[in-house]
């Protein structure tokens, strides 16, 4: 993609690698909007086991990402913790079957992704409690907002309140844990080896957690396998755009524009099942919003200190 920005009613001539970063994020955002809609056509309309449509979305990303592990060659799997990147592809692979679970039940897919944007929070407990990091009492502020914000959306104090919409929480949880170890290995690992051990390891666990389920990797009808085979494309074009995303810019800037992903995903469950989001949505996402990028922006003071 060119990198050069050219606006010719303004005669402005912009060449920015941020500009590029933040379209490719766009991109990603767009691109997951989409694979959530059609993973809840696949499941809830289509009848498929949420176990059995995670599998193949993310055995399809793999298939397609064979090009980058060839690229990668066997110098990209050497590692001294082993352990530790089976561990953080476990978490990653419950966080993907508790999200597709829940979208499978019907959560509104507005709701979920509003939700998953706590895992920001649960990162930064953990990181305190489990990596001993300092996180001073600004941060700690920032992270009750936040959890604050996914309480005014779950709204668990009302007769609506059903626990299934507990479950995007749940994918946040380990979503952070995910990150936990991330942030551990990227200490001693280079980049290569962590994606590498990902795309790798992904596919089997998943494997295993569907065959132990009754409808094991079944699909249930032409359409189910339509809609699944386009999610594992976009999930794999999604993985690509956030790649290179990060590879263009740094990752301090790129960060907000993950959030784009809210609108797009109201817009997707809007467009295919007609979901209107009610005004406590977008309160509780000012709020996570809000509070995820103070700490992202306090994490990049730390960082550049």
């Known amino acids: 993609m060119d990198q050069t920005v050219k606006a010719s009613a303004t005669g402005l001539n912009v060449k920015s690698p941020a500009i590029i970063a933040g379209l490719y994020m766009v991109g990603a955002g767009i691109a997951f909007a989409a694979?959530?809609?059609?993973?809840?056509l696949a499941t809830m309309v289509e009848g498929t086991s949420s176990t059995s449509a995670a599998f193949w979305q993310y055995a399809i990303a793999a298939v397609l990402s064979v090009p980058f592990v060839l690229k990668a060659g066997l110098a990209g799997l050497k590692t001294n913790h082993l352990t530790m990147h089976i561990l953080r592809v476990v978490a990653a692979t419950i966080g993907v079957q508790l999200w597709v679970y829940g979208l499978s039940l019907g959560v509104p897919i507005w709701q979920a992704i509003a939700l998953i944007m706590t895992s920001?929070?649960?990162?930064?407990?953990g990181a305190a409690i489990v990596l001993k990091e300092k996180v001073g009492p600004?941060?700690?502020?920032?992270?009750?907002?936040?959890?604050?914000?996914?309480?005014?959306?779950?709204?668990?104090?009302?007769?609506?309140?059903?626990l299934k919409t507990l479950l995007p929480i749940g994918a946040a949880f380990f979503w952070a844990v995910t990150s936990l170890f991330t942030k551990e290995l990227t200490k001693t690992e280079n980049p290569q080896s962590i994606t590498l051990y990902l795309l790798l390891l992904l596919t089997p666990i998943n494997l295993a957690l569907t065959l132990g389920t009754p409808?094991?990797?079944?699909?249930?009808?032409?359409?189910?396998?339509?809609?699944i085979v386009i999610a594992g494309v976009l999930v794999a074009l999604a993985q690509w755009f956030i790649t290179k995303a990060y590879a263009?810019?740094?990752?301090?800037?790129v960060q907000p524009f993950d959030h784009l992903k809210l609108p797009f995903n109201v817009l997707a469950g809007f467009y295919v099942f007609g979901?209107?989001?009610?005004?406590?949505?977008?309160?509780?996402?000012a709020l996570i919003i809000a509070a995820s990028l103070f700490i992202a922006?306090?994490?990049?003071?730390?960082?550049?200190?």
């Open 275 to 285: 979901w209107v989001p009610g005004g406590n949505l977008w309160l509780g996402a």
């Open 138 to 162: 600004a941060r700690w502020l920032a992270t009750l907002v936040g959890f604050a914000g996914g309480m005014i959306i779950l709204q668990p104090w009302s007769d609506a309140f059903e």
């Open 215 to 227: 409808s094991g990797i079944a699909i249930s009808t032409g359409a189910a396998i339509q809609w």
């Open 120 to 125: 920001t929070f649960f990162v930064t407990i």
């Open 297 to 305: 922006h306090r994490e990049s003071q730390l960082q550049n200190n």
């Open 248 to 253: 263009t810019a740094d990752a301090a800037y």
């Open 35 to 40: 694979v959530n809609s059609l993973t809840q």
